[in-house]
Each structure stands twice: as C-alpha cells, then as structure tokens.
C-alpha cells in the first residue's frame, strides 16, 4: 500500500503544527488570565510545616530514642487538638462549605478551574476537528516492525484487522503528538509550561469528581486530627537499641570481649 504526497503536507504536518502552535497560545494565554501566583501567607505555610512535621516524626521516630519521641508526640497531639497552628483558630469547627466561601478559597479555586478549562477545551477542539475532517486518514507507516499489541494503539478508529501494525491512523497520529510533544514544548516554553498534554489527560479524567478539582480549600483541622490519632498508635522502636552488642555479634568480637573481662 502507498500512501499519496498530499496527505502528509495537508493532514500529518498540519495536526502537528496546529497542536504545537495551540500549545504555545494555551500557555501564553494561561499566564494572561490567571497572571502572577499569588504570595503565600505566613500561616498558611506554618500549617503546611506542622501537619509535615508529625508526618516526619511517624515515619522516622525509629531514629530518637524513646523519651524524645513521647515528648514530641505529646507535644504534637496537645497542639493538633487544641489547634494551636491552625491559621484561624476562631474557626477551628467551621466546614467545608465554609472554608469555600473564603474569598481567598475561591480564589484559589478558580484559578485551578481555568487551567482545567484551558487545558480541556482546546484538546477536545482539536480531537473533534480531526475526527470530522480526516476520519480513517492513514498518514504514517513507521519505519520499524512492532507487534500486534500496538495495533488497537496505532489504528484508532479504523477497522481493518489485516492492515499492517506499522501503519498510523490520524487519531492516533493525534494522541502521539498529544505525549510526544513534551520535550518540544519544554525547549520552547521552560519546564513549567502549562501546554503539556498529559496534564489534560489527568484534568479530564478529575473533571467529574467536584471534591478531587485542582484548588480546592484543605480542611487543615481535620488533617490535625488525623495526624494526631497516627501519632497516638505508632510504635516505637529505637533503632540504636544494643547498638554496641550488636556491632560486636556482627564481627565476631562478643567472645573476646567476654574473655577480656573475666581476667
């Protein structure tokens, strides 16, 4: 099978140009409607620091002894229940719904929600632009063998069982590109760019869930709480417990050491 000249100046050139040129216009775009991050708040890092700090001491309390692990997960439990480094302790007992109607909340929230959005609409635009136009387009064939598994991949939205696995529809020539241009937008546009297409994926797929969206207010109090009854069940095990027994037992120097002292 050949494929004509034409297709690849009108159909695989032009998705490739057009997904990269809309990358750099959602990016540009991205930056104009959201514009500078906003600086954190003082307390809002210390509640950060705190729930990381108990966070620390549960997985690495094997490091201090015992009496400084009781101390510091009685000190980090009597300041979690009582709310000791909650940013509003006026508010200790308020809700979800009323950590959102926090202008600052909503603020944060909207911004999260015009990435999705920006991130969302063009894909779908485009998905759908090829999908009417260029519908069971074959564009490519690779220049390697592969094997069949790769065929459901490569041919989406062709039925043909007896084609070559080599050969590329145009949508998934779409969703190559869609992956493939991570490097070509980070040499355009830094690392932190906002045109990286697996990052859509991850959007559309949360869409749905309104309690998993990008922004949403944390309930810091409550994350206290269960941190505190984390800490409450660790159990401790000093690792330097008979360090010096063990060393010797490790290098064979305990019967020596039990002759030395018996003269």
């Known amino acids: ?62 490091y201090i002894t015992a009496p400084a692990f009781v101390e510091r997960k009685k000190y ?18 308020q809700s979800a719904a009323n950590l959102m109607a926090d202008p600052k909340n909503m603020e944060v929230m909207m911004d999260g929600m015009k990435k999705q959005m920006m991130g969302i609409v063009p894909q779908t635009l485009i998905m759908g632009w090829i999908q009417f136009f260029f519908s069971g387009f074959i564009l490519i064939k690779l220049p390697f063998p592969l094997g069949v598994r790769f065929k459901q991949m490569l041919q989406s939205g062709i039925m043909t069982p007896n084609m070559d696995v080599r050969w590329v529809s145009s949508l998934s020539w779409y969703f190559i590109n869609l992956f493939g241009l991570r490097g070509v937008f980070s040499l355009i546009l830094g690392g932190e760019n906002s045109a990286d297409g697996t990052r859509d994926m991850t959007a559309m797929s949360t869409m749905g869930a309104m309690g998993q969206q990008a922004g949403q207010p944390q309930d810091y109090n409550k994350q206290f709480l269960s941190m505190k009854d984390t800490l409450s069940i660790v159990y401790h095990e000093w690792d330097l417990e008979n360090v010096e027994q063990r060393v010797f037992v490790k290098y064979g120097k305990q019967a020596r050491i039990f002759k030395s002292s018996r003269r």
């Open 1 to 62: 099978m050949f494929l004509d000249p034409a297709i690849r100046d009108w159909v695989l050139f032009p998705i490739t140009v057009i997904m990269v040129l809309v990358g750099v216009f959602r990016h540009q775009l991205t930056i104009l409607m959201t514009g500078e991050p906003p600086k954190p708040d003082i307390k809002d890092i210390r509640q950060g620091k705190a729930l990381m700090r108990g966070q620390l001491l549960a997985q690495n309390n094997s």
């Open 76 to 93: 980090l439990c009597e300041a979690y229940e009582e709310g000791k480094y909650l940013k509003n302790k006026a508010t200790k007992d």
